[in-house]
């Protein structure tokens, strides 16, 4: 199975805290969880462009053109069979919650990163979410 393209963005506040999503029951995937802002790269788009896009159609947040940093690109398979190739991109951001317009899904907010192993996450957010909190990238965007 060809793994479909998605690309993941992971923004990090002035706390360290990330920027999560807490899908609605409408989801085509992992309804009613929480997960990374992003999602499908469409045909004939590159990866990075689909992140910023995705990012600004989902949370109104328009960030100039290098701003992400890639972190990881990794295929992942959901426990139905679901196969995608991620590429999870993230960046610091001087930006609240006050400033997200939710574009998708229940409610997009910066989460403390203590609390996010016990959210109802997605099963891609499971997998690299702590892995991610345990990252140097994550680290030096803390000082950022």
Excluded: C, K
């Amino acid at each position: 199975m060809e793994a479909v393209p998605i690309a993941v963005v992971l923004l990090v506040d002035r706390r360290g805290w990330l920027l999560l999503q807490e899908r609605d029951e409408g989801a085509p995937r992992a309804p009613n969880q929480w997960g990374m802002v992003g999602g499908h790269v469409e045909d004939g788009e590159d990866f990075e462009p689909a992140a910023y896009r995705e990012l600004a159609e989902e949370t109104g947040l328009v960030l100039p053109p290098g701003t992400l940093r890639l972190w990881r690109d990794a295929e992942f398979t959901y426990p139905d069979g679901h196969h995608g190739r991620y590429h999870v991109y993230a960046a610091p951001v001087d930006v609240t919650d006050a400033d997200i317009v939710v574009g998708e899904g229940r409610q997009i907010v910066f989460v403390d990163p203590v609390v996010v192993p016990a959210l109802d996450l997605a099963s891609s957010s499971r997998h690299f979410l702590p892995d991610f909190l345990e990252s140097d990238l994550y680290r030096s965007l803390l000082t950022a």
